[in-house]
């Protein structure tokens, strides 16, 4: 309900709902923001802002053969005359249009420092010049001609066009992207011949299918090359949708340099990728060892692209090397393709290939209508006037004698009825002006003409010219009306300004030719440890707090060791730099640790939380190396457990992953390699159990089944065993004793078990 009601002070208040209010506040902000500030128009492929800088710039007379003009005065201009925003993010605008690594056909010529593919900003708009390029003339064609609707702009003071005519669909030529509310828009680059190509074969087939047009254009063409290794069938998908993602690679080759050592040179990264974060990360790959084989990155840029990769050994293959780093670095991106724009100018949706080349098309057909019926209008004003010079020149002592003598020589001559030659003065009545009463009559037009003719003019070879001009734009007019009045003669006159354009900026322009290769790529292949790191033997160390080193070589592990005040010895085995450790923290969860990347043994190691998320209130509860194909048994403190394959247990991230379910206040207590056939499980109340091990269920995550039964405390140790061997333990003088018979203590599986044999350690732990 909504109440309204006056005051004094402040005129006329409605009342509304502040939901209504804000809803509809904010759907006309989202309205705004989709429309004039986030996603491009499908006909000129522009946005607002670009729209407005080049016919800025063309208002300036900034031709792409003229001269420069500084940032400010164009930026300046653009926001003082229709972009009433930021100068900053106009010239952040126009600045990227000029940025050829990010624009595939700049259509901003700069002058000065406009950024480079380091990442690097445009130097301050003071200290730039700028003018248009060839091919944003090309987007401008026509535009004198009413090829196009114009609007106010935003004070009323000026006009501005609604669109550009466009000669080429610039929307798939340089792309486009913009986040809007609640939508976004993505498009890669393309190459013009490309879309010119595919433009004629849609005007040919206008029924073409999606898959057709890729015969015409393979995928996207980015300004900084690459190579595009997307499979066939995820690119046709992508097109036909206007949904999907394209992967790029870098380009590289290998260098020779000589004795067998070889080094790898990349020449084009993929777009939108800042070489110099790139060179970062690729070093904090190498700091962080993830790609062990690569020993060293270089960059010998110049103005071209050229960084250089070191292998460790020259005993690895390029291909694996290459394989690794497009897996943890950015030589490899994935580019998203969400074809989302204003089909109309004024509906977002997201297109196919096809519409939106359709939607270029008709724009292009609507722009020759246009410019035809433009230039018919000028032609029939100038045939209009050209008439009357010529009924002047067939009666010109008469013309002479009024305007020597007549008052009002104007009216005279237009009340005059002048003699024609039929001979010359043919098909009069298809260009008599709007006002014609009669053959031989004069309009306003045509006495105006006539009275504004020089005497220079009245000499017999002009006559000639005057006639030889109508006789041309009669013909002239006569081809226009034709083209106006048949569809098929238009859309070939379209196919010639397309076949035009592609021979203007096709292979021959500078930079026309594709860029971007499409080539398939073999999936990268898991490369194993052995094969990237040299394998040595170390001995693992880990104290009380969590301190972790590795000792080279295989030490004694009875050997004291230094450590930290107040720390002492927790974990030590035998292990190689191949290994990968799996650490249980007694929050359930299982870290993966690579042997290589431990510290050395010259210290005292660095903590295990650093190396692996592993919270403060979290206790180690075993360290383990890890064996392809083997089992785990692991247990809580509540006596829960279950097996788990150690493929199951790999942690991708250093957040680990989750196996064991705990809660309720307990906790991991044991894990243990699976080695038998029998599970012994001994509780805090020194009772034991013996049951089958497949009585155990094998999973990946859980908190498992009961094997134990307790009535107080919980599960102390755990183990697996041959039953036909016995079980062993070591008892208080030091010595292992074995038991066989061990009928007394098998059970079922959550039984409570009996008694400890006599020797059992105080400590309720078996021996391994």
């Not at 650093?610 to 383990?624: K, S, T, Y």
């Not at 083997?630 to 788990?644: C, E, N, P, R, Y």
């Not at 991708?652 to 309720?664: A, C, I, S, Y």
């Given at each position: 309900?909504t109440?309204?009601?006056?005051?004094?002070?402040?005129?006329?208040?409605?009342?509304?709902?502040?939901?209504?209010?804000?809803?509809?506040?904010?759907?006309?902000?989202?309205?705004?923001?989709?429309?004039?500030?986030?996603?491009?128009?499908?006909?000129?492929g522009?946005k607002?802002v670009?729209?407005?800088?080049?016919?800025?710039?063309?208002?300036?007379r900034?031709?792409?053969?003229?001269?420069?003009r500084?940032?400010?005065?164009?930026?300046?201009?653009?926001m003082?005359?229709?972009?009433?925003?930021?100068?900053?993010?106009?010239?952040?605008?126009?600045?990227?249009?000029a940025?050829?690594?990010?624009?595939?056909?700049?259509?901003?010529?700069?002058?000065?420092?406009?950024?480079?593919?380091?990442?690097?900003?445009?130097?301050?708009?003071?200290y730039?010049?700028?003018?248009?390029?060839?091919v944003a003339?090309?987007?401008?064609?026509?535009?004198?001609?009413?090829?196009?609707?114009?609007r106010?702009?935003?004070?009323?003071?000026?006009?501005?066009?609604?669109?550009?005519?466009?000669?080429?669909?610039?929307?798939?030529?340089?792309?486009?992207?913009?986040?809007?509310?609640g939508?976004?828009?993505?498009?890669p680059?393309h190459?013009?011949?490309?879309?010119?190509?595919a433009?004629?074969?849609?005007?040919?087939?206008?029924?073409?299918?999606?898959?057709?047009?890729?015969?015409?254009?393979?995928?996207p063409?980015?300004?900084?090359?690459?190579?595009?290794?997307e499979?066939?069938e995820?690119?046709?998908?992508?097109?036909?949708?206007?949904?999907?993602?394209?992967?790029?690679?870098a380009?590289?080759?290998?260098?020779?340099?000589g004795?067998?050592?070889?080094?790898?040179?990349?020449?084009?990264?993929?777009?939108?990728?800042?070489?110099?974060?790139?060179?970062?990360?690729?070093?904090?790959?190498?700091?962080?060892?993830?790609?062990?084989?690569?020993?060293?990155?270089?960059?010998?840029?110049a103005?071209?692209i050229?960084?250089?990769?070191?292998?460790?050994?020259?005993?690895?293959?390029?291909d694996?090397?290459m394989?690794?780093?497009?897996?943890?670095?950015?030589?490899?991106?994935?580019?998203?393709?969400?074809?989302?724009?204003?089909?109309?100018?004024?509906?977002?949706?997201?297109?196919?290939?096809?519409?939106?080349?359709?939607?270029?098309?008709?724009?292009?057909?609507?722009?020759?209508?246009?410019?035809?019926?433009?230039?018919?209008?000028?032609?029939?004003?100038?045939?209009?006037?050209?008439?009357g010079?010529?009924?002047?020149?067939?009666?010109?002592?008469?013309?002479?004698?009024?305007i020597?003598?007549?008052?009002?020589?104007?009216?005279?001559?237009?009340?005059?009825?002048w003699?024609?030659?039929?001979?010359?003065?043919?098909?009069?009545?298809?260009?008599i002006?709007?006002?014609?009463?009669?053959a031989?009559?004069l309009?306003?037009?045509q006495?105006?003409?006539?009275?504004?003719?020089?005497?220079r003019?009245?000499?017999?070879?002009?006559?000639?010219?005057?006639?030889?001009?109508?006789?041309?734009?009669?013909?002239?007019?006569?081809?226009?009306?034709?083209?106006?009045?048949?569809?098929?003669?238009?859309?070939v006159?379209?196919?010639?300004q397309?076949?035009?354009?592609?021979?203007?900026?096709?292979?021959?322009y500078?930079?026309?030719?594709?860029?971007?290769?499409?080539?398939?790529?073999?999936?990268?292949?898991?490369?194993?440890?052995?094969?990237?790191?040299?394998?040595?033997?170390v001995?693992?160390?880990?104290?009380?707090?969590?301190?972790?080193?590795?000792?080279?070589?295989?030490?004694?592990?009875?050997?004291?060791?230094?450590?930290?005040?107040?720390?002492?010895?927790?974990?030590?085995f035998?292990?190689?730099?191949?290994?990968?450790?799996?650490?249980?923290?007694?929050?359930?969860?299982?870290y993966?640790?690579?042997?290589?990347?431990?510290?050395?043994?010259?210290?005292?190691?660095?903590?295990l939380?650093?190396?692996?998320?592993?919270?403060?209130?979290?206790?180690?509860?075993?360290?383990?190396?890890?064996?392809?194909g083997?089992?785990?048994?692991?247990?809580?403190?509540?006596?829960?457990?279950?097996?788990?394959p150690q493929?199951?247990v790999?942690?991708?991230?250093?957040?680990?992953?989750?196996?064991?379910?705990?809660?309720?206040g307990?906790?991991?207590?044991?894990?243990r390699?699976?080695?038998?056939?029998?599970?012994?499980?001994?509780?805090?109340?020194?009772?034991v159990?013996?049951?089958?091990?497949?009585?155990?269920?094998?999973?990946a995550?859980g908190?498992?089944?009961?094997l134990?039964?307790?009535?107080?405390?919980?599960?102390?140790?755990?183990?697996?065993?041959?039953?036909?061997?016995?079980?062993?333990?070591?008892?208080?003088?030091?010595?292992?004793?074995?038991e066989?018979?061990?009928?007394?203590?098998?059970?079922?599986?959550?039984?409570?078990?009996?008694?400890?044999?006599?020797?059992?350690?105080?400590?309720?732990?078996?021996?391994d």
């Open positions: 309900m109440d309204t009601f006056d005051t004094p002070e402040t005129g006329n208040i409605t009342a509304e709902p502040l939901r209504r209010a804000i809803g509809d506040r904010y759907l006309t902000y989202a309205l705004s923001t989709i429309m004039h500030r986030a996603l491009p128009d499908a006909r000129d522009l607002p670009h729209r407005r800088i080049l016919y800025a710039m063309r208002e300036l900034l031709a792409s053969n003229g001269g420069f500084k940032s400010a005065k164009i930026s300046g201009d653009v003082g005359n229709y972009h009433p925003h930021g100068d900053a993010a106009i010239y952040d605008a126009m600045a990227r249009l940025q050829d690594f990010n624009v595939r056909y700049p259509l901003v010529d700069g002058q000065g420092n406009f950024g480079n593919i380091d990442g690097d900003n445009p130097a301050a708009s003071r730039t010049e700028a003018r248009m390029t060839a003339e090309a987007l401008l064609e026509g535009l004198n001609e009413n090829a196009v609707d114009f106010d702009n935003y004070d009323g003071t000026l006009t501005e066009p609604v669109v550009l005519p466009a000669t080429f669909p610039n929307l798939l030529a340089n792309g486009s992207s913009g986040i809007a509310v939508m976004a828009t993505n498009i680059p190459n013009i011949a490309e879309l010119c190509d433009c004629l074969h849609l005007i040919k087939t206008p029924d073409a299918r999606d898959d057709t047009l890729l015969n015409y254009v393979p995928g063409d980015f300004p900084t090359g690459g190579v595009l290794v499979s066939p995820n690119i046709r998908n992508a097109y036909a949708t206007g949904r999907g993602s394209f992967r790029l690679r380009k590289w080759h290998v260098e020779d340099l004795r067998g050592q070889w080094q790898i040179v990349v020449t084009e990264i993929p777009y939108q990728v800042q070489k110099s974060k790139l060179i970062e990360k690729i070093a904090e790959v190498i700091q962080t060892k993830k790609v062990p084989i690569l020993g060293d990155v270089r960059d010998e840029s103005d071209d050229r960084l250089i990769l070191e292998p460790k050994t020259k005993n690895v293959e390029p694996m090397l394989g690794m780093m497009f897996k943890n670095s950015d030589l490899e991106i994935r580019f998203s393709l969400n074809m989302n724009v204003l089909i109309d100018g004024v509906t977002p949706q997201v297109s196919s290939l096809k519409q939106v080349l359709r939607a270029f098309l008709d724009h292009r057909r609507d722009v020759l209508q246009r410019r035809s019926a433009h230039r018919m209008e000028k032609i029939d004003h100038r045939l209009e006037v050209l008439e010079l010529i009924i002047a020149f067939l009666n010109l002592d008469r013309v002479i004698d009024i020597r003598y007549d008052d009002d020589p104007k009216a005279a001559l237009m009340a005059e009825n003699a024609i030659d039929h001979k010359r003065a043919t098909s009069e009545q298809d260009y002006g709007p006002d014609r009463k009669a031989g009559e309009t306003e037009v006495a105006e003409a006539i009275l504004n003719m020089r005497l003019s009245l000499r017999r070879l002009e006559e000639m010219e005057l006639v030889r001009e109508r006789d041309a734009l009669m013909a002239e007019r006569a081809e226009l009306d034709e083209l106006l009045s048949s569809e098929p003669l238009q859309w006159r379209i196919s010639e397309l076949r035009d354009t592609r021979k203007k900026f096709g292979k021959d500078a930079g026309g030719a594709r860029r971007t290769l499409l080539a398939e790529a073999a999936e990268v292949e898991e490369v194993p440890l052995e094969a990237m790191i040299e394998r040595e033997p001995t693992v160390v880990c104290s009380q707090m969590g301190w972790i080193r590795a000792m080279t070589g295989h030490i004694d592990l009875t050997r004291e060791l230094k450590y930290k005040d107040g720390d002492s010895p927790r974990f030590m035998h292990a190689e730099t191949t290994d990968k450790l799996l650490v249980l923290g007694n929050n359930g969860r299982f993966t640790v690579l042997a290589a990347n431990l510290p050395g043994g010259r210290g005292m190691g660095e903590p939380r650093l190396m692996v998320d592993l919270p403060n209130d979290v206790d180690i509860v075993d360290i383990l190396i890890y064996s392809s083997g089992k785990l048994l692991i247990a809580s403190s509540a006596g829960d457990g279950f097996i788990v493929d199951d790999i942690a991708q991230t250093r957040t680990g992953k989750q196996v064991l379910n705990v809660r309720d307990n906790i991991a207590r044991v894990c390699p699976v080695d038998g056939d029998h599970v012994a499980v001994v509780g805090e109340n020194r009772k159990l013996i049951f089958a091990i497949e009585e155990l269920p094998e999973m995550r908190k498992g089944v009961r134990q039964k307790y009535k107080d405390g919980g599960l102390s140790d755990v183990t697996t065993f041959h039953i036909a061997n016995g079980l062993s333990w070591l008892d208080p003088a030091g010595r292992t004793r074995t066989t018979d061990l009928t007394e203590w098998i059970a079922k599986r959550a039984s409570a078990g009996r008694m400890a044999p006599r020797g059992f350690p105080r400590d309720n732990k078996f021996t």
